[in-house]
């Protein structure tokens, strides 16, 4: 189905309107509109994100009718200056409604800490622990009682930002904050920032992009069912997964019923999932570049480009050649078809959420159920096994749905369904590290790429991404091989080097790094790179906590081109005590 027929659906002109929810956000303000359209297109803000989180100093119908006054009175080409004193009185500076907080759960001397060989790097790990602090907001009580006059969703429950720019919650950064703040002994604040997410499901059926309205339109990778996981495994609180499991299914649901698609091979027919966003017009938040980029095609393609960029940001990976291979121009944006491809990561996620989902519910004692989500898991896994595995490379690639092809490009996203356990053969492991040094990804010394094209955007080489790093590691990590669990150990020490190293000249950590040049903050994309940084840090502690008997701050070890491979073994078998 075509995305403008999906809309039509939507609409409600009837047919399977079972399903169709309404439009999730017809603010005239913060998601469509002249006075948006105005605003963003003037750039009055260096950053499209400012306008949109600005709250209202008095109702939506108000700004709206004084706006049109405006827009009347200069027939809808308001100069500049009438534009910013019109935002100056009906606006609010943004973060206004979003105060600090200091988690009550925060304490010195988590017990991991000690489990830290590495003096430097012991001290490091407390000053992680310590940003937890700056990274916790709740919400002024305005939120709740005028909620009409906000971009921001109310939610009940302190929680921990990403940091930056990005001053609300996201969803999939949010897993890899809840390992972090799970090994600072943090639950209960994971438990709020759990019950958050749970909350919007029961609202929104699904879990938007992040805490704005603006981010109602999309989703991200669907993590809430293993979010749910760390938390009942580190608190083996049953009750409160008793309590939630429903609400689980239903954003499973959500999955399932809007982001499926059939895929025939071989005389058979499969079902996986891919991202997908059913709404045109730009990005509230990104506007004026949604409209730039759209200006350099035809009319009658813009439309579906907004829903393309939509759903690149859906996906996480906003934005990067993995999402424009076999588009026009594979190097620019305007040739995204995000919709076309069924990603190896999103299935592997959802995979890994079906087990869990029947584990969950045998431990709650309901067969059925559990049953019903172990036929899920495994007609994904054949699924997975026949379209996405390539058994002559050893790894998964993402498909193409128009070509029928798989995309062989290097992502370490293809490596997803071993970290998410989603695999019936053992010796994938060992076949992915295979793929790896055939890939020569292992010749980067500093953390490995998002992709080997260098296109300026942000999910492209040379940046390099904590999720990314974690999905790779703790996958070969899974292998029963000690040369597959070695290389995982050293990429684990490669990417601490590369996190330390830029801490001691910075004194900060930022969402993603540049691997060239002996590794930096990195750069390209929509925005300047942000200081935080919350997945960062958790990925950071999960590796410092897993590997830190071994892990050090100092030495360059990490040579791992294939024919080091045996060296760096064999050095990794040296007694400890040597002094190196
Ligand atoms: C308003 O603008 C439109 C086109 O932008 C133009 O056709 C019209 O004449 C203008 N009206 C006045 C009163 O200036
Ligand atoms: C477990 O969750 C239930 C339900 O939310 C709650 O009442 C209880 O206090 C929780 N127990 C712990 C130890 O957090
Ligand atoms: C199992 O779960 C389903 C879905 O939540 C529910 O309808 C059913 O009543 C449950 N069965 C048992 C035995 O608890």
């Given at each position: 189905?075509?995305?403008?027929?999906?809309?039509?659906?939507?609409?409600?002109?009837?047919?399977?309107?079972?399903?169709?929810l309404?439009?999730?956000?017809?603010?005239?303000?913060?998601c469509q509109?002249?006075?948006?359209?105005?605003?963003?297109?003037?750039?009055?803000?260096?950053?499209?994100?400012?306008?949109?989180?600005?709250?209202?100093?008095?109702?939506?119908?108000q700004?709206?009718q004084?706006f049109?006054?405006?827009?009347?009175?200069?027939?809808?080409?308001?100069?500049?200056?009438?534009l910013?004193?019109?935002?100056?009185?009906?606006?609010?500076?943004?973060?206004?409604?979003?105060?600090?907080?200091?988690?009550?759960?925060?304490?010195?001397?988590?017990?991991?800490?000690?489990?830290?060989?590495?003096?430097?790097?012991?001290?490091?790990?407390?000053?992680?622990?310590?940003?937890?602090?700056?990274l916790?907001?709740?919400?002024?009580?305005?939120?709740?009682?005028?909620?009409?006059?906000?971009s921001?969703?109310?939610?009940?429950?302190p929680?921990?930002?990403p940091?930056?720019?990005?001053v609300?919650?996201?969803?999939?950064?949010?897993y890899?904050?809840?390992?972090?703040?799970?090994?600072?002994?943090?639950?209960?604040?994971?438990?709020?920032?759990?019950?958050n997410?749970?909350?919007?499901v029961?609202?929104?059926?699904?879990?938007?992009?992040?805490?704005?309205v603006?981010?109602?339109?999309?989703s991200?990778?669907?993590?809430?069912?293993?979010m749910?996981?760390l938390?009942?495994?580190?608190?083996?609180?049953?009750?409160?997964?008793?309590?939630?499991?429903?609400?689980?299914?239903?954003?499973?649901?959500?999955?399932?019923?809007?982001?499926?698609?059939?895929?025939r091979?071989?005389?058979?027919?499969?079902?996986?999932?891919?991202?997908?966003?059913?709404?045109?017009?730009?990005?509230?938040?990104s506007?004026?570049?949604?409209?730039?980029?759209?200006?350099?095609?035809?009319?009658?393609?813009?439309?579906?480009?907004w829903?393309?960029?939509k759903?690149?940001a859906?996906?996480?990976?906003?934005?990067?050649?993995r999402?424009?291979?076999?588009?026009?121009?594979?190097?620019?944006?305007?040739?995204?078809?995000?919709?076309?491809?069924?990603?190896?990561?999103?299935?592997?996620?959802?995979?890994?959420?079906?087990?869990?989902?029947?584990?969950?519910?045998?431990?709650?004692g309901?067969e059925?159920?559990?049953?019903?989500?172990?036929?899920?898991?495994?007609?994904?896994?054949?699924?997975m096994?026949?379209?996405?595995?390539d058994?002559?490379?050893?790894?998964?690639?993402?498909?193409?749905?128009?070509?029928?092809?798989?995309n062989?490009?290097?992502?370490?996203?293809?490596?997803?369904p071993?970290?998410?356990?989603?695999?019936?053969?053992?010796?994938?492991?060992?076949?992915?590290?295979?793929?790896?040094?055939?890939?020569?990804?292992?010749?980067?010394?500093?953390?490995?790429?998002?992709?080997?094209?260098?296109?300026?955007?942000?999910?492209d080489?040379?940046?390099?991404?904590?999720?990314?790093?974690?999905?790779?590691?703790?996958?070969l990590?899974?292998?029963?091989?000690s040369?597959?669990?070695?290389?995982?150990?050293?990429?684990?020490?490669?990417?601490?080097?590369?996190?330390?190293?830029?801490?001691?000249?910075?004194?900060?950590?930022?969402?993603?790094?540049?691997?060239?040049?002996?590794?930096?903050?990195?750069?390209?994309?929509?925005?300047?790179?942000?200081?935080?940084?919350?997945?960062?840090?958790?990925?950071?502690l999960m590796?410092?906590?897993?590997?830190?008997?071994?892990?050090?701050?100092?030495?360059?070890?990490?040579?791992?081109?294939?024919?080091?491979?045996v060296?760096?073994?064999?050095?990794?078998?040296?007694?400890?005590?040597?002094?190196?």
């Open positions: 189905m075509t995305w403008e027929l999906h809309l039509l659906l939507l609409l409600g002109l009837g047919l399977g309107s079972q399903e169709a309404p439009p999730p956000c017809e603010s005239q303000i913060y509109g002249e006075l948006l359209h105005q605003v963003q297109m003037a750039k009055l803000y260096q950053d499209d994100k400012q306008f949109v989180d600005m709250p209202l100093t008095t109702t939506p119908d700004v709206l004084s049109s006054k405006l827009a009347v009175a200069y027939n809808y080409s308001i100069p500049r200056e009438q910013q004193e019109f935002v100056k009185q009906h606006f609010q500076a943004m973060g206004q409604e979003l105060q600090p907080w200091i988690p009550e759960d925060w304490k010195d001397s988590p017990q991991f800490l000690q489990k830290i060989s590495d003096a430097k790097l012991r001290v490091w790990a407390e000053q992680l622990h310590q940003i937890w602090k700056n916790g907001k709740k919400m002024k009580p305005e939120v709740l009682s005028h909620p009409e006059r906000f921001l969703i109310y939610s009940k429950h929680f921990i930002v940091g930056g720019r990005f609300e919650f996201y969803y999939w950064d949010s890899w904050v809840m390992e972090g703040l799970l090994l600072s002994e943090m639950a209960s604040t994971v438990k709020g920032m759990l019950q997410f749970l909350d919007l029961n609202t929104y059926r699904h879990i938007p992009n992040g805490g704005r603006y981010y109602l339109q999309r991200q990778p669907p993590l809430l069912t293993l749910m996981n938390y009942v495994t580190h608190t083996k609180n049953n009750t409160f997964l008793q309590e939630n499991i429903k609400t689980l299914a239903l954003e499973l649901d959500f999955w399932t019923l809007e982001r499926t698609v059939p895929v091979s071989g005389g058979k027919s499969y079902i996986l999932n891919r991202y997908y966003v059913p709404y045109g017009g730009p990005r509230p938040e506007y004026s570049k949604d409209v730039e980029v759209a200006d350099t095609l035809p009319e009658e393609d813009r439309e579906t480009l829903a393309e960029l759903a690149g859906e996906s996480g990976w906003d934005f990067s050649s999402w424009f291979v076999g588009g026009p121009n594979p190097n620019l944006l305007s040739s995204i078809r995000t919709s076309k491809m069924v990603p190896v990561d999103l299935n592997a996620f959802l995979c890994q959420a079906e087990e869990l989902m029947s584990n969950f519910y045998s431990k709650l309901n059925t159920e559990a049953t019903k989500f172990r036929n899920l898991r495994a007609q994904r896994l054949a699924a096994e026949a379209i996405l595995w058994e002559q490379k050893g790894a998964w690639f993402d498909y193409d749905l128009e070509t029928g092809k798989k062989l490009e290097f992502y370490p996203s293809n490596l997803t071993l970290w998410a356990g989603c695999f019936s053969d053992p010796s994938v492991a060992d076949k992915a590290l295979k793929y790896l040094e055939d890939s020569k990804i292992l010749t980067y010394q500093h953390g490995i790429p998002t992709s080997l094209q260098n296109t300026g955007q942000q999910w080489f040379p940046n390099a991404w904590a999720p990314l790093q974690d999905l790779v590691i703790r996958g990590a899974k292998s029963a091989s040369r597959t669990q070695e290389v995982a150990f050293q990429l684990a020490q490669n990417w601490i080097k590369t996190n330390f190293d830029v801490y001691s000249e910075k004194s900060a950590m930022y969402e993603k790094y540049d691997i060239s040049n002996g590794g930096r903050p990195g750069g390209g994309g929509e925005y300047e790179v942000q200081e935080g940084f919350g997945w960062t840090n958790g990925v950071a590796l410092l906590d897993r590997y830190g008997d071994r892990l050090t701050s100092g030495t360059k070890l990490a040579l791992l081109g294939p024919h080091c491979l060296a760096a073994l064999l050095l990794s078998l040296l007694p400890s005590f040597l002094p190196w």
